[in-house]
């Protein structure tokens, strides 16, 4: 990731009240990451810092889409992002990531930076299976199972009510003994 002063929040000058910021993501911001999850975007992303003399709490909302690819077509398209996480930062003596949301900085610390924050928050948002909108209104067979059925060892003439059927090729290795 690439230093940008754009995504640091200065809080060493920071007053201990609450703090309004404002900032639109685009293709540029993803650029500074890496990676292949998402190279264009369009957020906006509010943000709402109150600080204490002892803790920092962010409230981040973001919303706007970033272009995916389609995992049944392959096609780009836009996904919709609507995130509303929370970031705790408190001070402490040494710098550490106590938990997903929980930060610790010392008191000495001039500069947060939020760019990492916020890029995780936006891959988090993004569903594992990414389907094309004219994807995701197709009517499932049967709504209410779990997963369907890709395979089995029955023969169209076999008795589907029979609870006591078993595969033959059981019966005949039940034979060997």
């Keep these: 990731m690439k230093k940008d002063s754009q995504f640091d929040l200065n809080i060493a ?9 404002a900032f639109e993501l685009g293709p540029d911001f993803f650029a500074r990451f890496d990676q292949q999850l998402i190279q264009e975007g369009n957020l906006h992303v509010d943000l709402e810092l109150l600080k204490t003399d002892r803790l920092m709490t962010l409230d981040f909302h ?9 995992d049944r ?12 996480r929370q970031l705790l930062v408190r001070f402490g003596e040494t710098y550490a990531e106590l938990d997903e949301d929980v930060l610790q900085i010392t008191p000495e610390t001039q500069v947060l ?3 990492q924050h916020l890029f995780d928050y936006i891959g988090l948002a993004i ?13 499932d067979e049967n709504p209410d199972a779990d997963s369907k059925l890709i395979f089995t060892t029955r023969t169209k003439g ?3 009510d029979d609870d006591d059927y078993t595969d033959p090729r ?6 060997l003994n």
């Design 13 to 21: 000058k920071l007053a201990d009240k609450m703090h309004h910021y």
């Design 62 to 70: 973001i919303k706007g889409t970033v272009q995916v690819t389609c």
């Design 73 to 84: 077509s392959l096609d780009d398209f836009d996904q919709p992002i609507d995130v509303q």
């Design 113 to 115: 930076p939020i760019a």
């Design 127 to 139: 569903p594992m299976k990414k389907l094309h909108p004219r994807f995701q209104n197709e009517p």
């Design 158 to 160: 076999d008795d589907d």
């Design 170 to 175: 059981w019966n005949a290795l039940r034979n």
